[in-house]
């Protein structure tokens, strides 16, 4: 899986080229279902949050040619949130003017987000983002352990003992402690990669 992920300056340099395809679907990839979560989190349904994803996608994909990565000025899921909350508002005032022209009362989830500033969606965005790297993280060690290290290191983030976890999976204690401290260096070794890389 190390080989399929680039640094988010070699993606975003190759995405400036909007037609290379293969970046394109690296990106989606990476970041399609990240862009979902915090337009989910924003309040909007799930139809409402899929459109504005899809709304997202195609934003960034005309813009990226445009784009400037600077390091030190700010993050690139910053510059995906700006995106975000632009999208939602355009959505947001779009469906209330149908809405109005039906002479219907705009749902809750528009609503909520009428009041939700743009620092609100980055917030948002940067608590998912630690969730979505964190998954992602697990999702890569876990294939590298056996099931019994992986389930032993759930159980303790569960607060199970250690006495307890190992009576339940039938190992030592000591096999539990060893399992815990490999798992827990190489997913944090791989939380700071993907966000090095991604973020």
Same mark, same amino acid.
């Given at each position: 899986?190390d %080989?399929t =992920? !680039?640094?988010?300056?070699?993606?975003?340099q190759?995405?400036?080229?909007?037609? %290379?395809?293969?970046? $394109?679907?690296?990106?989606v990839? *990476?970041?399609?279902?990240?862009?979902?979560?915090?337009?989910?989190?924003? #309040?909007?349904? =799930?139809?409402?949050? +899929?459109?504005?994803? +899809?709304?997202?996608?195609?934003?960034? @994909?005309?813009?990226?040619? +445009?784009?400037?990565?600077?390091? %030190?000025?700010?993050?690139?899921?910053? @510059?995906?949130?700006?995106? @975000?909350?632009?999208?939602?508002?355009?959505?947001?005032?779009?469906?209330?003017?149908?809405?109005?022209?039906?002479?219907?009362? /705009?749902?809750?989830?528009?609503?909520? *987000?009428?009041?939700?500033? /743009?620092?609100?969606?980055?917030?948002?965005?940067?608590?998912? $983002?630690?969730n979505?790297?964190?998954?992602? /993280?697990?999702?890569?060690? !876990?294939?590298d *352990?056996?099931?019994i /290290?992986? +389930?032993?290191?759930?159980?303790? #983030?569960?607060? *199970?003992?250690?006495?307890?976890i &190992?009576?339940?999976l039938?190992?030592?204690?000591?096999?539990?402690?060893v399992d815990?401290?490999?798992?827990?260096? &190489?997913?944090?070794?791989?939380?700071?990669?993907? %966000? &090095?890389?991604?973020?």
């Open positions: 899986m %080989d =992920y !680039s640094t988010r300056e070699t993606l975003v190759r995405l400036r080229n909007s037609y %290379d395809e293969k970046s $394109w679907e690296e990106f990839k *990476f970041y399609r279902g990240y862009i979902y979560t915090v337009v989910q989190r924003s #309040g909007l349904n =799930y139809e409402d949050s +899929q459109d504005v994803t +899809q709304d997202v996608t195609l934003r960034a @994909w005309k813009a990226l040619p +445009q784009f400037e990565y600077k390091k %030190d000025k700010c993050k690139f899921r910053t @510059w995906l949130a700006r995106l @975000w909350h632009n999208s939602i508002c355009d959505h947001v005032k779009t469906k209330r003017a149908k809405l109005a022209k039906l002479k219907v009362e /705009a749902d809750n989830d528009l609503e909520k *987000f009428a009041g939700s500033s /743009a620092a609100e969606i980055e917030e948002i965005a940067e608590v998912e $983002w630690k979505y790297i964190a998954d992602m /993280a697990w999702e890569k060690v !876990s294939r *352990f056996s099931d /290290a992986s +389930q032993a290191f759930l159980l303790h #983030g569960e607060d *199970f003992s250690v006495r307890e &190992a009576a339940k039938d190992i030592s204690e000591e096999k539990v402690y815990r401290s490999r798992m827990r260096k &190489a997913l944090l070794k791989e939380i700071l990669r993907l %966000d &090095a890389q991604l973020g």
